[in-house]
Each structure stands twice: as structure tokens, then as C-alpha cells.
Nanobody, 117 residues
């Protein structure tokens, strides 16, 4: 079992920045990759970014160049630095893991990000 706890959401004006954190605990040795999804009101959950154990990163098109995912293996924490935020980035952001036991098999509780215009 892996437990994920997110933090760092909030309200920010367009053009501003936020940094989300996701701390993992439990069977962390089984984690292969971590990342973020988001879900806006009335929309399906969409993938945002992934970082693998070796540090390889991938981003969804709408956030590429504005968001940066990073990982502190010593703290078992993944971060999402979000710059140049837009109102369309407003969503609940969820942290997830891919582990030896499955793909996207553990999720955090979500943290709200609201970007005002």
C-alpha cells in the first residue's frame, strides 16, 4: 500500500505561480513513477505530468513550458511547479503513482487550484 498526501493548492491570479507537493509513504520501494492529473468542474480527469524513478519527465500539451514536475527521492515527495497560470488551469489536482503492482493504482485526495482572471 502507498499513501499519498497532497498540499499546496490555493487561489492565485492569472499569471501567478503555485507549487503542489505530494508526499508518499508506505510501500515506497514499489513506486516506479509519480505524477499528476487534474479534473475541472464538469470535465473528465486529465493527465498533467509524470516523472519516472530515473527522472524522465513527460507533460501534457496544455501545460508544457509552464509546469515543471520534480521529485525528491530522499523525501519521497513529488512537486509540481506551476507558472504562468491561466483560468483554464482551475481544477482539483490529484497525485498518483505507478507501482510494481499496477498502473495509476494509488491516488491522493486532491488539492484545489483556482486561478482567477
Amino acid at each position: 500500500q502507498v499513501q499519498l498526501v497532497e498540499s499546496g493548492g490555493g487561489l492565485v491570479q492569472a499569471g501567478g505561480s503555485l507549487r503542489l507537493s505530494c508526499a508518499a509513504s508506505g510501500s515506497i520501494f514499489s513506486i516506479n513513477a509519480m505524477g499528476w492529473y487534474r479534473q475541472a468542474p464538469g470535465k473528465q480527469r486529465e493527465w498533467v505530468a509524470t516523472i519516472a524513478t530515473g527522472g524522465l519527465t513527460n507533460y501534457a500539451g496544455p501545460v508544457k513550458g509552464r509546469f515543471t514536475i520534480s521529485r525528491d527521492n530522499a523525501k519521497n515527495t513529488v512537486y509540481l511547479q506551476m507558472n504562468s497560470l491561466k483560468p483554464e488551469d482551475t481544477a482539483v489536482y490529484y497525485c498518483y503513482t505507478d507501482t510494481d503492482g499496477g498502473w495509476r493504482n494509488y491516488w491522493g485526495q486532491g488539492t484545489q487550484v483556482t486561478v482567477s482572471s
